[in-house]
């Protein structure tokens, strides 16, 4: 399991309900624990995140060939993928996130590594 991130647009969850593109990376949360988290900027480089959904509990489906529909504790998020294989990658990546769980030897690389794994660009 690897961590992932690309462009995808986010329906906002307010009264116009428009779609707005943000930079999203999906990384195993710095603890140990085995947690991933799903962040997303507002474009790439930036340094403050606009949002961080924790997978634990989470589902995710597939709404239409380019839409996912990711439901948290909190709330669902509506995602658009610029392509259907896009939508598919970020579907299977979510879901072995969700699905994870570390074992000893997955903790000892993250700890000789310093908790970062690789990193697979989607643009």
């Given amino acids: ?3 992932m991130e690309g462009y995808l647009d986010k329906k906002s969850h307010g009264c116009f309900k428009a779609y707005q593109a943000r930079y999203f990376k999906l990384s195993l949360q710095p603890g140990g624990r085995g947690e991933w988290k799903l962040m997303y900027y507002k474009e790439l ?5 606009r949002g961080e959904l924790l997978l634990k ?3 995710v489906s597939k709404l ?7 439901e948290t504790k909190d709330r669902d998020y509506e995602l658009r ?6 939508c598919s990658k ?3 990546s979510i879901r072995d996130a969700i699905r994870y769980r570390p074992t000893k030897k997955d903790k000892g690389k993250r700890e000789r590594k ?3 794994k690789g990193v697979n660009s989607d643009r």
Avoid: F, N
Wanted: a neutral charge; glycine letters at 14%.
């Fill in 57 to 59: 509990g989470s589902t």
């Fill in 114 to 116: 310093g908790g970062r």
């Fill in 81 to 86: 993928a610029k392509s259907a294989s896009a």
């Fill in 1 to 3: 399991m690897s961590s």
């Fill in 90 to 92: 970020w579907i299977k």
């Fill in 45 to 49: 480089g930036e340094q403050q995140e």
């Fill in 64 to 70: 239409s060939d380019t839409i996912l529909v990711l």
